[in-house]
């Protein structure tokens, strides 16, 4: 069995690229600057189904995507989480929150409506996150 992505989560994000382990993606939903990391790794649910090498390496991906995050303008708090209710493929979302934003101070699953990113805005987001986190690294496909 191969990596594929959840058909969930291609649908309502945009590709970053691809870390060591995971794939990036952008969540399109521009009332928070979001990030979705999904280990290139069949048939995981939970973050206890990797190996203790590939543990250590999502937590670094997670402070990566952390640290790239929290110097956004408007990011007050980050919320990190991989809670597979809606998606059993093991995914960790990395989300920066601002107080006062429409979900404040409860979480954003289930608070309105997400709000698809202007054209440009997104492209603009994920080539930033690339220079910070990818590097020369290739962008990841569209569809996987």
């Not at 640290?67 to 007050?76: K, M, N, S, T």
């Amino acid at each position: 069995m191969s990596f594929a992505l959840d058909p969930r989560l291609a649908a309502d994000t945009l590709p970053v690229g691809d870390l060591e382990l995971s794939r990036v993606l952008l969540m399109n939903d521009a009332r928070y600057p979001w990030l979705i990391l999904v280990p290139r790794r069949a048939g995981l649910a939970e973050i206890v189904d990797l190996d203790a090498v590939d543990r250590a390496i999502l937590i670094e991906e997670v402070a990566a995507a952390s640290a790239f995050l929290r110097v956004l303008p408007g990011v007050d708090k980050l919320n990190v989480g991989a809670l597979g209710n809606v998606v059993k493929q093991l995914h960790v979302h990395v989300l920066g929150r601002a107080i006062g934003d429409p979900a404040w101070p409860g979480p954003v699953w289930g608070a309105g409506e997400a709000r698809p990113y202007e054209s440009g805005v997104a492209e603009a987001l994920i080539a930033r996150a690339r220079d910070a986190l990818i590097g020369t690294a290739k962008p990841a496909p569209k569809t996987a």
